[in-house]
């Protein structure tokens, strides 16, 4: 945890310098990282850092686009409508710069989002989309995660 804390605060320096660009990497990682951990406020607030960061990193904007659609579909802090209209921005913006691994992640997302609303029809479309990408892509560990939200939802 103390890893973690330094890690904010250097982002959070980068910021207050104005160094938003520099910092993007750091603020998706560290955000990712505390939302597995269940700190959704720090999560959301990096996020925040690295999507003011995405007009200097356009390449950046997909993974961002798709931390913010985690963000909102997690039980905390549940916002069924912003979570889809992230995945699908993000999915948009992947697809424009051929970031196949990011599409995938998304239908991941739409997939759990789905099946957290009840549509069952969705849910099987977007993870079987997740599911074919990830095993052309051989991505075995997301290939596994999709699988098992398929069985999960059967």
């Known amino acids: ?9 250097l982002v959070e320096q980068q910021v207050a310098r ?9 603020c998706q990682a560290l955000g990712r990282t505390c939302l597995l951990l269940g700190h959704i406020e720090d ?6 850092h690295a999507s003011e960061a995405m007009a ?26 912003r ?27 739409l997939g759990r989002l789905s099946s957290r609303m009840g549509k069952r029809q969705a849910v099987t479309e977007h993870l079987s989309i997740a599911a074919t990408m990830y095993r052309d892509m051989d991505m075995r560990f997301w290939l596994g ?3 098992a939200l398929m069985r999960e939802s059967s």
């Not at 945890?1 to 605060?9: I, P, S, T």
């Not at 104005?18 to 750091?26: P, Q, Y």
Request: aromatic letters at 6%; one cysteine or more; hydrophobic letters at 35%.
């Open 18 to 26: 104005g160094e938003l660009g520099n910092s993007v990497h750091s």
């Open 145 to 147: 995660e999709a699988e």
């Open 1 to 9: 945890m103390g890893q973690l804390r330094e890690g904010k605060e």
């Open 83 to 109: 979570a889809e209209t992230y995945y699908r921005n993000s999915m948009a913006a992947a697809e424009a710069q051929g970031q196949r691994p990011f599409v995938a992640h998304c239908h991941l997302g």
């Open 56 to 81: 200097a990193r356009p390449h950046m904007v997909p993974q961002t686009l798709w931390l913010l659609g985690d963000i909102a579909s997690h039980p905390d802090c549940f916002n069924p409508e």
């Open 43 to 48: 999560a959301q607030q990096l996020a925040r």
